[in-house]
């Protein structure tokens, strides 16, 4: 079974400050994981993912996250955060580890930019 | 590219009565389509899983005869709430399936929200 765990229901950077938000999550095969956002009244929009090869992801957005296996990790950073970023932010692991079924979602961490 | 649009994006309806919900593939086919129920501040929870020509899979938990998936083109996927009820209000996201192992991903549509009284 899989499970994601997002540390955090409510993150509030400033802006141009680094934006960390934490995702742990827990598989019993091989993860295959997600990032999404999600702005008001609008669907989920992929980030980025990690499926194989380089731990290190680079998404849209100025978005990236590593892969920590030994942590069970997947932490979604940003170093400058910018207005526009206020959002939702899901951490997802899709469920057989092939990205090809439905995915399992953490709760969500809601990103607040300070002016 | 990968646009999933779901129609209505807004529903209100009477206890008791049915309501269907569209999910399209507007540029491209996706033989698998999913169907999620995301509840105020809580995380989407998979419903089932839309297979072109076949019948659905349903998580555990969710009724099938209450949620019917129908899954008749490449393109389009529908669920419909059969027999409504306020607790079946929420909002109802569909996603598609592009691409081959090892890169599949998803694609949201931007959901539709259901307001039952």
């Known amino acids: 079974a899989q499970s994601v765990t997002q540390l955090g229901s409510h993150v509030s950077v400033s802006e141009g400050a680094l934006v960390l938000l934490r995702c742990n999550y827990s598989?019993?095969?091989?993860?295959?994981l997600f990032w999404y956002v999600q702005y008001p009244n609008q669907g989920l929009q992929l980030l980025l993912k990690y499926t194989t090869g380089a731990t290190l992801v680079k998404g849209i957005n100025g978005f990236e996250a590593e892969f920590k296996k030994s942590e069970t990790s997947f932490h979604l950073t940003k170093p400058s955060a910018h207005m526009s970023d206020a959002a939702e932010y899901f951490c997802a692991v899709s469920r057989t580890g092939g990205g090809a079924d439905g995915l399992t979602f953490g709760k969500g961490t809601h990103l607040i930019i300070q002016p | 590219g990968a646009v999933v649009s779901q129609h209505p994006s807004r529903v209100i309806c009477k206890s008791g009565t049915s309501v269907k919900i569209e999910c399209r593939s507007l540029?491209?086919?996706?033989?698998?389509m999913f169907w999620y129920r995301q509840f105020p501040k809580k995380s989407l929870m998979l419903m089932a899983t839309?297979?072109?020509?076949?019948?659905?899979?349903?998580e555990q938990g969710v009724e099938k005869d209450k949620f019917l998936i129908n899954h008749a083109s490449l393109t389009l996927s529908t669920l419909t709430v059969t027999s409504a009820h306020p607790e079946d209000s929420s909002f109802y996201i569909c996603?598609?399936?592009?691409?081959?192992?090892?890169?599949?991903?998803?694609?949201f549509g931007p959901g539709t929200r259901l307001l039952v009284l």
């Open positions: 996603s598609a399936r592009v691409g081959s192992y090892p890169g599949e991903t998803q694609y």
């Open positions: 540029d491209f086919q996706a033989t698998t």
């Open positions: 598989s019993s095969v091989p993860p295959y």
């Open positions: 839309s297979n072109e020509g076949s019948k659905a899979t349903y």
